[in-house]
């Protein structure tokens, strides 16, 4: 999970719906060649949850699935922008919080 992340939900959401339901090694080579910014971010999470998922639960990295992924909002920063006779417009400056869940492959 990471927190407060400077990117919008919905671009983060962009690129959990192309890694949801992946294997690990497909979700690592969708992020890696993914040209939005925000799949570095969610590259991070990816590989923090398969390190917790290695040594808290004894676990092998590339035999993992992507259960769950999700961007929720975060807190919006407003800033302004002075425009035409005395105006002020309102930037929202968007925050999300990302969550990769992994579970272990079904062995056939």
Do not use: C
């Not at 959401?13 to 090694?25: N, S, T, W």
């Not at 969708?30 to 925000?38: E, K, P, V």
């Not at 999470?45 to 676990?59: C, G, K, Q, T």
């Not at 425009?83 to 056939?108: C, D, F, M, W």
Request: net charge positive; hydrophobic share 35%.
């Amino acid at each position: 999970m990471a927190k407060y992340v400077r990117t919008t939900p919905r671009k983060a959401r962009l690129i959990a719906d192309l890694i949801r339901d992946k294997d690990v090694p497909e979700a690592r080579a969708i992020l890696a060649h993914s040209t939005r910014s925000a799949a570095q971010d969610w590259s991070k999470v990816l590989e923090s949850a398969i390190a917790n998922a290695e040594n808290n639960h004894e676990l092998v990295g590339d035999e993992l699935k992507v259960k769950a992924v999700y961007a929720d909002d975060g807190p919006t920063l407003k800033r302004f922008q002075p425009r035409a006779q005395g105006r002020a417009y309102r930037i929202n400056k968007r925050t999300s919080h990302l969550t990769v869940q992994l579970t272990p492959k079904e062995h056939r």
